[in-house]
């Protein structure tokens, strides 16, 4: 016990006495790094889906959409939150806001291109069958837009679990606080900690986004499996043929 203890007094990186003991602050700020993700993602994706029907009416509105949310990308998070901060103050709603900001330039460029990649068959045959354009868009270009729509999200969100602790300028980072806490003193295992949790936080995200793609898209499954039950067969004919 002596020992775990001292783990801390010797600033070990590895230490079950920091994690015993400040388990809540874990916990905590494990909690808001979590929601202001959440939050932000699904903001930017409510925001970038009608951008990008938007920019898919033509090249002219595609440009100026696109290069917007480019240069929104290139912005520095510190100049970011400066012009953010008369209009928000020290809230999370000026972290939240920064980060959709961020994000809107994988979304809407994702969302553009699985609309855009809809073959035009489907929507001739869609029309034919008397699909208004917002039945055809819900009904037919959404889920066959929705593997790269998908992986759109799944880039932003581990994207802004990253930023999410540069929040940490205003106290509103999540993990990121305690790693900014701990840099002064150099308090390795609170360093250490935050920063696996945000790795878990980032794997587990992906993880779940994309079982809940292949959830969206059972048709995605049923193409691989058949590709692979061809690829079966044909391995075994040609081991067959040259037994």
Sequence with gaps: MAAAQNCMV???W??????RSRSQEL?????????????????GLAVAFPLALLARRGPRLAG?????????????????FSLLLPLFGLSAALVVTGLVLYSLTILVRNVLAGLEAVPQEAKEA???????????LWEVELPLAMPALMAGVRIA???TIALTTVGSIIGRGGLGNLIADALPSFF????????VLCVLLAVVADLLLLGLQRLLTPWTRIR???????????????????V
């Excluded at 390795?188 to 920063?195: E, F, G, I, P, Y």
């Design 10 to 12: 010797t600033n070990d």
């Design 64 to 80: 100026p959409v696109l290069g917007l949310t480019t240069v929104l990308y290139t912005v520095p998070s510190l100049a970011m």
């Design 188 to 195: 390795k295992a609170q360093v250490l900690a935050a920063s």
């Design 157 to 159: 969100t581990v994207s």
């Design 126 to 136: 869609a029309k034919g069958m008397g699909y208004g354009p917002a039945r055809l």
């Design 27 to 43: 916990t905590d700020a494990t909690v808001q790094h979590i929601w202001i993700t959440v939050v932000s993602v699904l903001i």
């Design 224 to 242: 691989t499996t058949d590709t692979t039950d061809m690829g079966g067969a044909a391995d075994a004919g040609a081991t067959a043929k040259a």
């Design 14 to 19: 590895i230490c079950g006495e920091y994690l």
